[in-house]
C-alpha cells in the first residue's frame, strides 16, 4: 500500500479496451510518452516494457513523439549535447547511440556489458532522464527513479505458449522503484493495463491480502511433536 510506504507513492491507472495484446501495445505508444511528459517533471522515469524488442520500440517513440512535438530531448538539464553525442557514438548498439542522444536509454539482457554500465552510468549521473527496460530485469536493475511507468501487465510465455500477467510481487517491486528517498516528497507510478484487469489489479494494490492457512488440519501433529 501507498500508505505505509518511506515516500508517498501516488498511483494512476490507464486501461485498454483492446482485445489483441499487440494492437494494446501499439494504443499504449503516446499514452506512455503523455504520462512521462505530465508527471516526470524533467526528473528521472522508468518504464517498463513486456519484451526486449519492445524496450527499442518504445525508446525509438518517446524519442520521435517528443522531436516532433517539442522540439526538444529528454537530456537532463545543463546536459552538453554534443558531449552526449561523442559518448553515444561509443556505443556498440546502432539503435542505442540513436536515442541516448536524445536523453533515452534502455536496457536488456542481450547488451554487451560495457553498454549496459555506460546507460546506467549516464541515468544515475542525470544526463539520461528516461530509461526503457523489459520487465523480466526488474530485479536485475539496481536504481530509482521519481516515476515509473508499467506499459502493459502481462507479457508471453514461450514454455507456457500464451500470455501470462506478472507476479504481484514483481509488480509491487516495480512499483517500488519510483522511491527516491531524501530527495523526493513523493513518487509517481503510471500502470497501463487491459480494461477487465483494471479492478483486479486495483484489488490485489489496495486491500490487504488474506492469510491462508491449513494449521487447522494439521494442529494435531504440532501437539504431538511437542
Not at 510518452?33 to 516494457?49: C, D, L, M, T, W
Not at 494494490?205 to 504440532?222: A, Q, T, V, W
Amino acid at each position: 500500500s501507498s500508505k505505509v510506504r518511506p515516500v508517498p507513492l501516488e498511483i494512476y491507472f490507464h486501461s485498454f479496451d483492446q482485445s489483441n495484446f499487440a494492437s494494446r501495445l501499439m494504443a499504449m505508444g503516446k499514452p506512455v510518452y503523455n504520462a512521462v511528459v505530465r508527471h516526470s517533471e524533467g526528473k528521472p522515469s522508468i518504464i517498463f516494457v513486456p519484451s526486449r524488442r519492445q524496450a527499442q520500440l518504445t525508446a525509438i517513440d518517446l524519442m520521435t513523439y517528443y522531436q516532433s512535438i517539442e522540439g526538444e530531448t529528454f537530456l537532463g538539464e545543463g546536459v552538453n549535447a554534443d558531449e552526449v553525442s561523442r559518448i553515444a557514438s561509443n556505443l556498440r548498439e546502432p539503435t542505442l547511440q540513436q536515442v541516448t542522444s536524445s536523453g533515452i536509454g534502455f536496457l536488456h539482457d542481450g547488451m554487451i556489458e560495457s553498454d549496459w554500465e555506460k546507460i546506467v552510468e549516464l541515468y544515475q549521473n542525470g544526463t539520461v532522464t528516461v530509461l526503457v527496460c523489459p520487465v523480466d530485469i526488474c530485479w536485475k536493475v539496481k536504481i530509482v527513479a521519481h516515476l515509473v511507468v508499467v506499459m502493459g501487465t502481462e507479457s508471453f510465455d514461450g514454455r507456457e505458449r500464451r500470455y501470462v500477467d506478472y507476479s504481484i510481487a514483481d509488480l509491487l517491486h516495480m512499483m517500488g522503484m519510483a522511491s527516491r528517498q531524501g530527495i523526493d516528497t513523493s513518487g509517481k507510478c503510471v500502470i497501463m493495463c487491459h480494461t477487465p484487469k483494471k479492478e483486479h489489479l486495483k484489488k490485489l494494490l489496495y486491500d490487504p491480502l488474506p492469510i491462508e492457512s491449513h494449521i487447522d488440519h494439521y494442529l494435531h501433529d504440532h501437539f504431538n511433536s511437542e
